[in-house]
Structure formats: structure tokens, C-alpha cells
């Protein structure tokens, strides 16, 4: 069976976790509406078209699905990885293999932890504060405003380094479970994930610097 | 040269194991790691002691028996070979040296350094071969093979089923050397055949073993001392995906 197999559940795991990369980046663009247009007319725009638009409505419950199956099925999987041996090594491991790979449990872990805060921040206010609906460039607003606030700023980029190194890793490792490297496209496959790593990283933090930088310089 | 080696000893699978500390002295450089443990043995066996137990068979890097994690490192601190390869020149006089065995539950420890490998074994019982007898060697342009095929073929079948790919895993998986077997077969006419049914099998033979599973750090292919590229796992997860779909 396909699912009773190691390879197969890691075929899984590949699957939903290149689902959630692919989010990002949609993720990315929405966002950047904010810094393009000053006014938030762009940014309370696209809000207001995902809101009504019934297949984004969908992809929100897949999307809320992927993540809950992505974070307990790794950590099931990292878990039960870690109970193949009865006694560690006395001295720990001193090949060179990349940071990133062999922590993903913990940035994912840190992933979490902000993911949650973010949630509360953006998600649930979206969706519950009724003054938004009346007002929604108040949503705009409520976007810039977080960022005002020097230690938001601070851990949002935590949280994006944190991200980068999760998909530093992750975007090669996924595609190699799919099967889709050889000898020649794995060491090209290593650096388009980087670079991809680099772009959210980076990407997102110039929407949070922006917004408090502006801030600071008008209120100088 | 004079080390300070500290050596895991361990009586039987059940017992708790511990590390005992010997000095050893006047190591020449060119000693070979293996020689240098049977110089201690043979102190040890003058004094009374009980020798250090450890696998090896060859000595001349082909057999895959002498697997020891060294200063936290499957075949110690020199890339591509086996622990047979490896000299003292590679250590600084004074340096004190761990050595440790594989660690895994599927390689159980029989005594000191020698782990019981058998779960390799039964894995290639799966279908690590070709059912049916192929008789003498035809000719050799009767099948035709690409010879970038060949030589891919003859990189994955250059696995010596050391386990130093386990030894070096986070995880305890032994997806290198499941994939340098299946890889070997899958890419040959003559193993083609049966290749959906063989990866399958031994797949399922390793998870049952307690072995853990990939998640591509490439600590494997790092230390594996034949030098099998992951690529060969990729392949794995190519023929298990068409072998299920
Ligand atoms: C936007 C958020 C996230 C994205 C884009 C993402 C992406 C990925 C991808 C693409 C993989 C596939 C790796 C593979 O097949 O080898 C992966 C694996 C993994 N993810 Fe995530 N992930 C995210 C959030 C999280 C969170 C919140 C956790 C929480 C614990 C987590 C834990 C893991 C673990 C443990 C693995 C397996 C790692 C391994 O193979 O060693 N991820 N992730
Ligand atoms: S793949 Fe390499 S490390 Fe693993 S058993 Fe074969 S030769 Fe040893
Ligand atoms: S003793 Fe045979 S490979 Fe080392």
C-alpha cells in the first residue's frame, strides 16, 4: 500500500508542503499591493475580490487543511525518525551537512509559533471585526499599522528568516521525492531553492521594513 | 604516535555498553586504523584483557565488514573510504580518538563494535536479483546498453552494503542503499522486468526492519565510502511512483 510506506507518506508530505510554498508566493504579490498603492485601494481591492470569489473561498479551507495536515504529519514523521536508534552516538555528528536540513522540525516549529500570532493579528480580525466590513480600507490600515510598532517589525522578520530556512531546504527536497532530479539537475535544483528562499525571505521583510520605515521618517 | 583512544565496549545485544579509555603509543603514521586496533589487541591479550571486538574481512576497501563511527564520522575523518583505508596520518600525535559502532535499532549490537548487518541482507532477499536464471554471458552486443546507462548502472552496483549510510543518518535510513540496489537493476534490461514488483518489496522490507525514513540531508551520500550519489534515490521514488500509479 502506498500510504503504509515510508517512501509514499514522504511523497505526501512533499506534496502538501509544495502546496504551501506555491501560497506563498500568491501571498507575496496580495501583500505587495500594500507598499505600490499608498492609498490601500489595491490592497481592500483584492481583499474584497478573494471575500466574494467562490474558488478562493474554497482553496482557504484546503489551504487551512494543508497546514494542519503539513505540521502533525511531519511531526509524526520526525518523531517516529528520531526512535530508530536505542542509544545515541557519544560523540555527535561531524559531517558537513546543511543547517537547514537537518533542523526542519524546529523552524517549522518557530514557523508555528508565529503563524499563530499572525492569525490572531490579520485572520481573525479580518473575519470578526464587523467595523471592517462597513470600512474596509480599515483592513489596509490594520495591515500597515502592525508594522508602526518597532518589535512587530522584528518578529515578522524572525519569522521570514525562520521561513527561508525552512524552503531553503524544503523546495529541492520535495521536488527530489517527486523523483524529479538526477545527477545533473540536483546541485541546480539546490540553488533554485536558495534563490526561492531568498525571495520570500527578503520579499516579505521589505513590505515590513517599508511600512515602519515610512513610518519613522514621516514621524521624525 | 601516541593516542588516547576511547573504545565502545558492550558484552551482548542486551547489555548496557560503556566506553573504557586505552593509551596506545609508538603508532607509526603509516599504520593503518584496523592495525593500529590490532596492536591494542594484542596488548590487551598480553595483559589479560579481553581484545576489542571488531568486523573486518578484506582489508582492501571492497568487502563493506569494517564499518566504525570515529570522532563522529562513519569511517572516520577521510572522504570515500572504509574504515580499512583509513591511516593514523590522518590524526595528530596526542589526539584522543572515539570510536563508536553503527547506531541503529535495525543493526543491533552483537558485541563491541560489530553490529549485526543481517537486515541488509534480508532487504536484498526482497528482490535485490533477477528471478530466473540468465545463463552464461552472451554476447556482449546482443543487448545493447547506452554507455551512460552502463556506467550509472555500474556507479549504484558499486554499493558494498557497509552501512555507513545508516551509521551517518539522522535517521537510521537505509534509502541509499535500497536505492543504489534498485537503481543497479532498474536502469538494465534484465532487471527492468521485475522492477515494480522489486521496488516495492524492498521498500516495504525496510520500513519493516526499523529502519527510518528519507528526508534528503545527504549525510548519506557525504560518507557513503563508494561515493553513490542521492540521484539513485530520486530514482527510487521515480520507479515507486510508477510502480503504484
Ligand atoms: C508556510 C509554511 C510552510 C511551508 C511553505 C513549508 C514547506 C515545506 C516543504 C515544501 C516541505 C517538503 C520537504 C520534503 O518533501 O522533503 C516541508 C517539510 C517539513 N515541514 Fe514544512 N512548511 C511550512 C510550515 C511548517 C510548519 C508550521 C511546520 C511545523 C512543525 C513544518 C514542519 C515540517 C517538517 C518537520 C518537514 C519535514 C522535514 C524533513 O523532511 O526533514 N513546516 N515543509
Ligand atoms: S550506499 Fe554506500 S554507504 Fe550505503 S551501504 Fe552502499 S556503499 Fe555503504
Ligand atoms: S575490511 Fe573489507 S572494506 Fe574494510
Not at chain 1, 508555528?112 to 485572520?123: A, C, E, K, P, V
Not at chain 1, 462597513?134 to 528568516?161: A, C, D, N, R, S
Request: proline share 3%; glycine share 6%; net charge neutral.
Amino acid at each position: 500500500m502506498f500510504l503504509n510506506s515510508s517512501v509514499g507518506k514522504k511523497i505526501v508530505v512533499s506534496v502538501s508542503g509544495l502546496f504551501l510554498a506555491l501560497f506563498l508566493v500568491v501571498h507575496l504579490f496580495l501583500n505587495f499591493l500594500t507598499v505600490v498603492d499608498d492609498s490601500g485601494d489595491a490592497f481592500v481591492e483584492a481583499c474584497n475580490f478573494m471575500e466574494r470569489n467562490f474558488i478562493i473561498k474554497i482553496m482557504e479551507y484546503v489551504l487551512a487543511a494543508g497546514f494542519i495536515f503539513h505540521i502533525f504529519y511531519t511531526t509524526y514523521l520526525t518523531w517516529k525518525n528520531r526512535s530508530t536508534r536505542t542509544t545515541n552516538y557519544h560523540v555527535s555528528q561531524k559531517t558537513e551537512v546543511s543547517w537547514s536540513s537537518q533542523n526542519m522540525w524546529i523552524s517549522g516549529f518557530v514557523i508555528l509559533g508565529f503563524l499563530i500570532l499572525h492569525l490572531y493579528n490579520y485572520w481573525y480580525k479580518f473575519k470578526f471585526d464587523e467595523s471592517l466590513e462597513v470600512e474596509p480600507i480599515g483592513k489596509f490600515y490594520l495591515v500597515v499599522q502592525l508594522f508602526h510598532q518597532w518589535y512587530y517589525t522584528l518578529f515578522y522578520i524572525i519569522w521570514f528568516i525562520a521561513l527561508g530556512l525552512h524552503l531553503n531546504h524544503s523546495i529541492q527536497s520535495g521536488l527530489h521525492t517527486l523523483g524529479l532530479t538526477n545527477q545533473k539537475w540536483i546541485d541546480r535544483l539546490n540553488l533554485i531553492s536558495s534563490l526561492y528562499a531568498i525571495f520570500i525571505t527578503v520579499g516579505f521583510s521589505i513590505i515590513s521594513l517599508y511600512h515602519y520605515l515610512t513610518y519613522v521618517l514621516n514621524n521624525y | 604516535m601516541d593516542f588516547t583512544l576511547k573504545i565502545w565496549r558492550q558484552n551482548g545485544p542486551k547489555d548496557k555498553g560503556r566506553f573504557e579509555t586505552y593509551e596506545i603509543e609508538n603508532i607509526t603514521p603509516e599504520t593503518s586504523f584496523l592495525e593500529m586496533l590490532d596492536i591494542l589487541n594484542q596488548k590487551l591479550i598480553k595483559e589479560g584483557k579481553s581484545p576489542v571486538a571488531f568486523d573486518h574481512d578484506c582489508r582492501e576497501g571492497i568487502c563493506g565488514m569494517c564499518g566504525l563511527y570515529i570522532n563522529g564520522r562513519p569511517h572516520g575523518p577521510d572522504d570515500d573510504i572504509t574504515t580499512c583505508q583509513l591511516f593514523m596520518r590522518k590524526f595528530k600525535d596526542g589526539d584522543t580518538i572515539v570510536v563508536e559502532p553503527w547506531r541503529a535499532k535495525a543493526f543491533p549490537i552483537i558485541k563491541d563494535l560489530i553490529v549485526d548487518r543481517s537486515a541488509f541482507d534480508k532487504i536484498l532477499q526482497e528482490g535485490g536479483y533477477i528471478s530466473v536464471c540468465t545463463g552464461e554471458a552472451p554476447e556482449a552486443n546482443s543487448i545493447l546498453i547506452p554507455p551512460e546507462v552502463a556506467e550509472e548502472a555500474m556507479d549504484a552496483a558499486s554499493c558494498i552494503g557497509c552501512g555507513a549510510c545508516v551509521a551517518a543518518c539522522k535517521n537510521a535510513s537505509a534509502m541509499l542503499f535500497v536505492a543504489a540496489k534498485v537503481s543497479h537493476l532498474a536502469l538494465l534490461p534484465q532487471g527492468k522486468i521485475e522492477a515494480a514488483k522489486r521496488v516495492k518489496a524492498m521498500i516495504a522490507k525496510m520500513d519493516e526492519l526499523g529502519f527510518g525514513s528519507c528526508t534528503n540531508t545527504r549525510a548519506c551520500e557525504i560518507e557513503c565510502p563508494k561515493n553513490i550519489s542521492i540521484s539513485h534515490i530520486a530514482r527510487l521514488n521515480r520507479e515507486f511512483l510508477k510502480a503504484n500509479f
